[in-house]
Every structure is written in structure tokens, then in C-alpha cells.
């Protein structure tokens, strides 16, 4: 187990609604980035947070978004749902200039 | 463009047998490798990390990879399958200068026949 852990396991949301996911980064890590992961596909980078702000983001639109608490933990926020967003989404730990990335085990979000 | 290719979907092997699952890299600079497996309803675990020291790396669990950067290859092996390899592996890729970010290979699915 790496540490990180991620609420709710599975969710199940209607388009055009919105949803929130969480995130406890491993202990004493101040890095968190969130992943998609399409069925069949590998993760794509969404975004990295490091002490609060937002250090980088992938190819994804504004309707995604995150936030990062004094604590390290993260919440990944999505509007306006689309059928396309069904995915894991997976959070990851790090310790800001290290590599390894320690990933939880990822929300299954469905789109109805 | 710096892209992570993992050449195999789908690979099946015996119990016992050797194992090789495929990845080459693009990047205009000198990356940093790595290789993750998922097993179902599990995260990600890191197997192995290649930071430009030795180009043979080793890993958990018997596998290893090596670094060929005239190949621009980076592919995983183990010399014995066992049933409990069988997941999915991902190469990944930080392949550039200071990135933040990882890019993830497409997987390959391991299967392990008894």
C-alpha cells in the first residue's frame, strides 16, 4: 500500500452534473497530481498541485479544476459532466524534486 | 514530440517461462524511465526506475529492464513467469527538463498460462 487514498471508490453521475473527488497524499508529501485513465487506455496528466497552486497542467479544458489544502490533501472538481469523463481517475504523491510518484487506488466515475 | 510506445497490447506466457514487454521512447532529452504495473482494482505500483545511473536496472519482484539509448528502447524483463505477474504493465516517461508531469504508455496487458 503506498499511502495515498482516494474517496469515493466508485461514483456514478448524470450528465451535466458535477462532481468532486478526493484525495490524502502519502505523509509528508507536498506534491499531488491527478491522472485520468480511460478503459484501455494508459493515465493522462491532468494536473499537479505543490504547495496550493496549480504547477502545471495537461491537455484537459477549465472544467476541470483542483484544489490543494495546507494538509497536501487535493480534490479534483469537474463541471458539466460528459459521457466521455467515465474513467479512474488516480491521485499521486510526491516530494517536490523527486520522480517516484506513489499512486492511490483511483475512483471509478460512470457518466450516465 | 515525447512519446512513450509500448509495442504490445497483449502478451502471453507460460508459467515459468520468460517474460518481455516492449517500450521505446521519444525525447529530445535525457529522460527518466519507469515501470509501473496495475493489478485490478489496485494503484499503480512502481517496479522499476531508470534516472541515467546504470542502464541495467533492477527491480521488485525479479524483473529488470535496460536502457538503450541507441534503441531508444527500454523494454521489461523477468527470466520466470509467475502466476501472480499476470496484470497490466505501464512504461512511463519523464521526458522532459524539470517536467512535472508523466506520460503513460497505452499498457500491455500480461497473461500467465498454467
Known amino acids: 500500500e503506498t499511502g495515498v487514498t482516494q474517496s469515493p471508490t466508485h461514483l456514478i453521475k448524470t450528465r451535466g452534473q458535477q462532481v468532486t473527488l478526493r484525495c490524502s497524499s502519502q505523509?509528508?508529501?507536498?506534491?499531488v497530481s491527478w491522472y485520468q485513465q480511460a478503459l484501455g487506455q494508459g493515465p493522462q496528466f491532468i494536473f499537479q498541485?505543490?504547495?496550493?497552486?496549480?504547477?502545471g497542467r495537461g491537455n484537459f479544458p477549465p472544467r476541470f479544476s483542483g484544489l490543494q489544502f495546507p494538509n497536501y490533501s487535493s480534490e479534483l472538481n469537474v463541471n458539466a459532466l460528459e459521457l466521455d469523463d467515465s474513467a479512474l481517475y488516480l491521485c499521486?504523491?510526491?516530494?517536490?524534486?523527486?520522480?517516484?510518484?506513489?499512486f492511490g487506488s483511483g475512483t471509478q466515475l460512470s457518466v450516465l | 514530440a515525447q512519446s512513450v510506445t509500448q509495442l504490445d497490447s497483449h502478451v502471453s506466457v507460460s508459467e515459468g517461462t520468460p517474460v518481455l514487454l516492449r517500450c521505446n521512447y521519444s525525447s529530445s532529452y535525457s529522460p527518466s524511465l519507469f515501470w509501473y504495473v496495475q493489478h485490478p482494482n489496485k494503484g499503480l505500483q512502481l517496479l522499476l526506475k531508470y534516472t541515467s545511473a546504470a542502464t541495467l536496472v533492477k527491480g521488485i519482484n525479479g524483473f529488470e529492464a535496460e536502457f538503450k539509448k541507441s534503441e531508444t528502447s527500454f523494454h521489461l524483463t523477468k527470466p520466470s513467469a509467475h502466476m501472480s505477474d499476470a496484470a497490466e504493465y505501464f512504461c512511463?516517461?519523464?521526458?522532459?527538463?524539470?517536467?512535472?508531469?508523466?506520460?503513460f504508455g497505452t499498457g500491455t496487458r500480461l497473461k500467465v498460462l498454467a
Open positions: 498541485y505543490y504547495r496550493e497552486e496549480e504547477n
Open positions: 512511463v516517461g519523464s521526458l522532459t527538463s524539470g517536467t512535472y508531469k508523466y506520460i
Open positions: 499521486a504523491s510526491s516530494l517536490a524534486g523527486y520522480e517516484k510518484l506513489f
Open positions: 505523509s509528508g508529501h507536498n506534491t
